[in-house]
């Protein structure tokens, strides 16, 4: 199914074929296929969720409801949402951190988390880590509107080994500039 585009005029009955059109293009919103016009195409991936496909070099743009302490302000259409990972090779050391600069300005600080992704001997894979050379954390400080300082440290304060590397996982949410 696909949209037909279809017209009345004021004070006119529409003839069945008109409301027939009316239906196609119901069913056609239903199921997706008469969104695909658009530059940011919606589908319907299934009878439960939307599938959002932006073009190459795109991001999909949302509105999100944003809460600075206590107040709340939507954040209207301009939206986004940041993903990455890293990797240290902290040397003999229990901490270890590196600028993280975003692809994008956001117009203020946006909200970041950042986790641990666990260690390794000398893999530099992402997804090779794990908990076997030591119980660590991660941060995000420093936080402007261009990066973000990331930090991993042990918790019990003993040094990683030299050639050790550690992982760690993060995402920006914010208004692009």
Do not use: C
């Not at 059109?21 to 991936?45: E, H, K, R, V, Y």
């Not at 932006?54 to 259409?77: E, F, I, M, P």
């Not at 304060?157 to 500039?177: D, K, L, R």
């Amino acid at each position: 199914m696909a949209y037909t585009s279809w017209s009345v005029v004021f004070g006119e009955q529409p003839s069945a074929a008109k409301w027939n059109i009316l239906g196609t293009n119901d069913a056609s919103f239903n199921d997706g296929s008469g969104l695909n016009n658009i530059s940011n195409p919606i589908t319907a991936a299934s009878s439960s969720h939307l599938k959002l496909v932006a073009g190459t070099n795109k991001l999909v743009k949302t509105t999100v409801l944003r809460q600075d302490d206590t107040t709340n302000s939507y954040q209207s259409g301009n939206t986004v949402m940041l993903t990455g990972w890293g990797v240290f090779t902290p040397g003999v050391a229990n901490v270890a951190s590196e600028i993280v600069t975003f692809g994008v300005t956001f117009s203020q600080r946006p909200i970041v988390t950042m986790t641990y992704g666990g260690d390794n001997a000398s893999s530099t894979v992402y997804g090779n880590g794990a908990v076997t050379l030591k119980i660590a954390t991660g941060m995000a400080t420093d936080i402007t509107t261009t990066s973000f300082k990331a930090t991993v440290f042990t918790r019990d304060s003993t040094n990683w080994a030299a050639g050790n590397t550690t992982f760690y996982q993060w995402m920006a949410v914010g208004e692009i500039a």
